[in-house]
Every structure is written in C-alpha cells, then in structure tokens.
Nanobody, 121 residues
Framework: QVQLVESGGGLAQAGGSLTLSCAAS????????IGWYRQTPGKQREFVAG???????NYADSVKGRFTISRSNAKNTVYLHMTNLKPEDTAVYYC???????????????WGQGTQVTVAS
C-alpha cells in the first residue's frame, strides 16, 4: 500500500507561482512512476506531469515550460513547481503513484486526496 498526502494548494494570482508537495508513505525510489493530475468540476481528471523510476519526465502540453516536477527520495516527496499560473490552471490537483508488480499484471494505482489550486485573474 502507498499513501499519498498532497499539500501546498491555495490561491494565487495569474502570473504567480505555487509549489505542491506529495508526501509518500514509502520510499519514492521504489515507486515506478509518480505524478500529478488535475480535475475541474464536470470534467475528467487529466494528466499534468510525471516522473518515473528512471527519472524520465513528461508533461502535458498545456503546462510545458511553466510547471516542473521533481522528486526528493530523501524526503519521499514529489513536488510540482508551478509558475506563470493561469486561471485555467484552477483545479483540484491529485498525486498518483503506480507500482508494477510483474509483467502481465495490471499495475497498482494509488491516489492522494487532492489539493485545491485557485488562480485569480
């Protein structure tokens, strides 16, 4: 089991910055992939950014150049540093972790409870 706790959400002005944190209950170096999704009312949860066990990064096109994901294995924490925020970044941000048990078996997904980010214009 992996427990994830997000923090760092809040209110920001357009053009401002926020950093979200996702603290994991296990070593982040043992998690195959971990990242961030976001969701607004009435819409599906969408991928924002991710980092895998080999430290490969990927981002949604909508946040490339503005958001940076990083990981501290010493603190078992993943961060999402968000800059140049836009009102359309307003959402609940969720941390997700994936653990692969073995080939041919669906991986285990774990989600945090979410943290609200609101960007005022």
């Amino acid at each position: 089991q992996v427990q994830l706790v997000e923090s760092g959400g809040g209110l920001a002005q357009a053009g401002g910055s926020l950093t979200l944190s996702c603290a994991a209950s296990v070593s982040t170096s043992s998690i195959d992939a971990i990242g961030w999704y976001r969701q607004t009312p009435g819409k599906q949860r969408e991928f924002v950014a991710g980092i895998n066990i080999g430290s490969a990064l990927n981002y949604a096109d909508s946040v490339k150049g503005r958001f940076t994901i990083s990981r501290s294995n010493a603190k078992n924490t993943v961060y999402l540093h968000m800059t140049n925020l836009k009102p359309e970044d307003t959402a609940v941000y969720y941390c997700k972790a994936i653990r692969i048990r073995r080939i041919g078996v669906a991986p285990d997904d774990y989600w945090g409870q979410g943290t609200q980010v609101t960007v005022a214009s």
